[in-house]
């Protein structure tokens, strides 16, 4: 059995046509891309001497997901649920 993008719709309830969900990490400018989508990207990291690391990971820490977007608001409207979904997709 192989699960299919209309799997997928039916058990998330999101739609699948429109704007994708995820961006490219590997890319230059991905925190942008991020700030574009969900309105927010995770902090720079920083060296141990206060500086910018020389290699930056692309892609937000779970822990920064989890801090940020842990509980949906319960009044929230359709773009808000959007939002913390394609966050967590």
Not at 3 to 15: G, K, R
Not at 18 to 26: E, M, N, V, W, Y
Request: charged share 25%; aromatic share 8%.
């Amino acid at each position: 059995m192989t699960v299919t993008l209309q799997d997928v719709f039916m058990i998330t309830a999101l739609p699948i046509e429109g704007k994708p969900l995820c961006i490219r990490t590997d890319s230059e400018g991905w925190r942008q891309q991020m700030e574009a989508l969900i309105g927010m990207s995770p902090p720079e990291p920083e060296a141990e001497d206060g500086g910018k690391k020389d290699r930056v990971l692309a892609g937000a820490p779970f822990t920064w997901i989890a801090t940020n977007f842990a509980h949906c608001p319960e009044d929230a409207n359709d773009d808000v649920i959007q939002t913390y979904a394609r966050v967590y997709m």
